[in-house]
């Protein structure tokens, strides 16, 4: 097999598994707030500090203890707000995190799942295929299922597409050529001989580094798992395989599932083209920076990526994907990196708002392997009448929209865009009312550094942390060493709080199949109930480099319900048409 490497020196995909990697299991956002810690003054000397260290028998460097100590004094309020929480003596922590309400009954099947699909068409071949590039998987499945185009010649395309654009976007860790082309020949002789596995099949797709693949390197983009080669492939990658598509990339990621920044350098979002630098100006976000780069930049059919907070949502608004984060616990998380295991979830990126539909429907469900997974069947209905439907809107959130980080004055420009947006929900017949939520209390974000750092708590130990490229206070290596002083009681009283906030958040959302919210709205607090969110672009604003940058909007489900929100974004999607606008200089 031949591998690509973004800007660094080939390597073998077959080389032996690694003996001494810790075995960590999925993505965290990519924001890079102070996990809801305050200001606080220094109550906390360093030699108070490095004397905890001891106790807990630590040995780090004097320039870390120096770093740690701000982290450590802002973290005494977030503490002291927690215990003020009032919390019923009866309310358990939520160790085995399992989303919604104890007396939550199941979806009820069987399942119903349809596509827009035509059953019989064929769409014309452009004359240059790498004009299909930017197709959805809807339109690609109609040329591979008609044998219009080979699944061949569409790998072979996007292989060179990923060759040409991502030493640039540093959006490749692996490219699986070798894979890719005997996956494309097998779907190939299936399709001719009428076996026909679904949408997917021949469909050429990348996966977040932190999915194993036998094999075949999978370093979650940290340095100290650059040679980490594991022996089975992930419950999601195996599941794709069965549907017919065809692996051909391992993406970049944020380095153990944080931000853009890998051992490669910072993964770009392919909007920010600048030409008198000859580079990108901006990075994708993360930490599936590498899934909805290479997607934005039509590299690849479709990609997975992963969220613990913000981590699908985030690098889909910067590179203007369609982004899927479903419920906790929808899918397997089986041969994939924990970072959280009662945070981590698993979703696609795409083109488009039906692809996500069907990327998902092919990897949920339990697997044996992941004992958090639901058995609830996924019903996704793409001609369910909207008459029926009860959406709200937050439209508060929207009010409130500012202008960006380096630019805002942007922000008038950007309530235009939802303005205009949400009207266009309303020509396309979703019917909103207004909703109001207050979050109340959400500083529970420590749970994530808490559990990020048992994760990671062995490289964190013997210092191979620190070949890590972010080492600034609020990167991982901080945060992990930060972390080991979150005492054992407050985080076992922030997951009961986390009980109390799934029962106030599962009652709010009791009365509606969708809610219409801005980007970043109740981020934190949806990432710990574990509810579903769509996004999809629905317009533009000028960044300060003259360039499009893409907008998007969300769209919040209930528990296990993600065919709901698909639907109304939909909708949405169908009625304009900021889907088929894709970057127009990728610089090369």
Known sequence: MTV???ARPAVSQTQPPATTTPQPLAGRGGGRGQGGFGQQPMRITKDQLKGALVLLGLDFQEAEVDMMLPSVNRALGNYEALRKVDIPYDTEPSFAFHPGLPDRKPIK?????STTIPTVAALKVPAN??????WPITKLALLLRSRSVSSMDLTRMYIARMKKYSPKLLCLITLTEDLALEQAAKADQEIKA?????PL???PFGVKDLFDTKGIL???GAEPYMKRVPE???TCVERLRNSGAVLMAKLSMGALAQGDLWFQGRTKSPWTWNAEKSDYDGGSSGSSAGSASATSAGLVGFALGTETLGSIVSPSGVCGTAGLRPTYGRISRHGAMALSWTMDKIGPICRGVEDLAIVLNAIYGPDGHDRTVGADPFHFEPRKPLSGMKVGVYQKGFDATQGGRGNPQAAEERKKVYAQALADLKKAGVNMTPVDYDEGF??????????GAAAFDDITRDGQVRTLKGQAANDWPNSFRSSRIIPAVEYIRAQRARTLLVEKFEKFMADWDAIVIPPGAFLTTTNLTGNPEVVCKCGFVKAQNGNDQPLTIGFLGRIYDEGSPLRVALAYEQATEWHTKHPTNLGV
């Open 232 to 234: 089975y492939d992930a």
């Open 4 to 6: 690509l490497a973004a």
């Open 194 to 198: 009428g076996k026909y596995r679904g």
């Open 129 to 134: 295929l790498e004009d299909v590039a930017y």
């Open 218 to 220: 999978t370093t979650w």
């Open 201 to 203: 099949h021949g469909i």
């Open 109 to 113: 099947g069987p399942q119903r799942f």
């Open 442 to 451: 959400t500083g529970m974000r420590f749970l994530l550094e808490a559990e």
